[in-house]
């Protein structure tokens, strides 16, 4: 296994350990935002994730206080008309205007309650090499100091599908004085085990330059695919699955089905349904967190508890792959 576990600092003290399971918050697909994340800060008190975007249009206006640990993503996701693969339930979505400047005044005015992570500009019409990617995300740091910074990394041109890796590999040292690097996850390969692979290869070439810091994946919060990816090196997963689906034994259910075997499911009102759904969500995702580190200390990814035979292939190819035995 290619897994680890950090620890995230700020002014010298943690704020967070990895690996972290992180519910995301958007009003892409989820209008209603606000309540949405008025009900669940009964459930959530370590790690969040919200939109620079949603802030800044006031989509989401209260304060994210509840966590330990607040990440304000770049607003990328928000400003493009495009879906995520496991998006079943696709809205209406008409994006407003977003710029840099918008993101920088947000990223300025921005108060977490307790520690927060700033992501780099995002922007779906914005493609630029990997270096100057790095640079702009270098310049965006001198906003202010008393956050965290994590660059995300994207695709150079409109055409292409995924990061270049082999860019991002030339230009490893760059990245030191970043306290988290992100992917997008479906933007790292066309497979569960090409994306393994491509993590396993960034996490070695990270080590080597000496910087220790996490890999997070944008998009990427399963009760199957977390783990496999935790195996092969990333520590931070974040996404809205936990709010499309229900996440129950290792599998993630389509609403209609958990509802089945939900006890009296079909006697509740659709919000109420979704409540029940959501706050089970968010307890096996510290569940799954509990088996990942398990699954670390242990070294036996039969420690996560479901899909052993699965994780056990994966993990064969990845060391094959990167020529370990």
Do not use: C
Not at 63 to 81: R, T, W
Not at 126 to 145: D, T, Y
């Amino acid at each position: 296994m290619f897994a680890r576990k950090s620890l995230l600092t700020l002014g010298g003290a943690v704020v967070a350990r990895t690996p972290l399971l992180v519910p995301s918050f958007s009003s892409k697909g989820f209008p209603e935002v606000e309540k949405i994340l008025t009900f669940s800060k009964e459930f959530i008190t370590d790690v969040t994730l919200v939109s620079a975007y949603d802030i800044h249009y006031e989509l989401v206006t209260s304060p994210i206080n509840f966590v330990d640990l607040a990440f304000l993503d770049s607003g990328g996701f928000e400003a493009s008309q495009d879906y995520e693969f496991a998006e079943m339930y696709k809205r209406d979505h008409f994006p407003r205007e977003w710029t840099i400047e918008r993101y920088t005044e947000t990223v300025s005015t921005w108060r977490p309650g307790s520690a927060g992570v700033v992501v780099s500009f995002d922007h779906p019409k914005q493609f630029l090499k990997v270096e100057e990617q790095i640079a702009q995300a270098k310049a965006m740091k001198e906003i202010r100091g008393d956050v965290l910074w994590e660059i995300l990394l994207k695709p150079e041109t409109e055409d292409q599908r995924f990061v270049p890796i082999d860019k991002v590999l030339d230009a490893i040292h760059q990245l030191a004085g970043f306290d988290l690097i992100g992917f997008a996850e479906r933007e790292l390969g066309s497979s569960y085990r090409k994306r393994a692979q491509r993590v396993a290869e960034l996490r070695r070439a990270l080590d080597e330059a000496g910087i220790t810091s996490p890999i997070h994946l944008f998009g990427s919060l399963d009760p199957v695919t977390s783990p496999l990816y935790f195996l092969a090196g990333a520590e931070v997963f974040d996404g809205l699955t936990w709010l499309r689906l229900a996440f129950k034994d290792g599998r993630a259910l389509h609403v209609s089905t958990a509802a089945a075997e939900l006890d009296h499911a079909t006697q509740r009102t659709e919000t109420d349904l979704f409540h029940s759904i959501w706050s089970g969500n968010l307890y096996y995702l510290s569940s799954l967190r509990s088996r990942m580190l398990s699954a670390l200390e242990e070294d036996d990814p039969n420690a996560l508890g479901h899909h052993y035979a699965f994780y056990e292939t994966e993990m064969q190819a990845l060391a094959a792959h990167m020529g370990e035995h």
